[in-house]
């Protein structure tokens, strides 16, 4: 998307941005937006908020993948949900997702676990 497009004029697209950087920069929005546009990825919205899936398969599991979101707490509870019945609905018997600290109390509160407490080490080539 150019520079200074609709996109890029979003309040959100700069807390977007970042939550790609921090992924370690795999993505770049054109590159979800292609993904969502051929069925690769998923995306959710409610209300201000925002998230993008991606199911994948492996050997012992069908894994939904919760990639990014943004936007409004409160909108969190029903996107959560809209994602759980979406995973459900494809049989997948894993949802994982990756984000801050802070959201730990919050995903708590749904029956979400924390598997392990690490640190991402990247290393660019």
Known sequence: MEEGGIVTMHPYYKKLARVLDRM??????????????????????RGNSFAVTEVASFPRRKVLDILLAVGDLDDCVRLHDDIVDF???????????????????????????????NFVYQKDM
């Open 24 to 45: 370690g920069d795999i993505y770049a929005l054109d590159d979800i937006l292609a993904r969502l546009g051929d069925g690769r990825m998923q995306s959710f919205a």
């Open 87 to 117: 995973a459900d609905a494809q049989s997948a018997s894993l949802v994982r997702a990756y984000g801050r600290r802070g959201w730990m109390p919050w995903m708590a509160d749904r029956g979400w676990r924390c598997l392990t407490k």
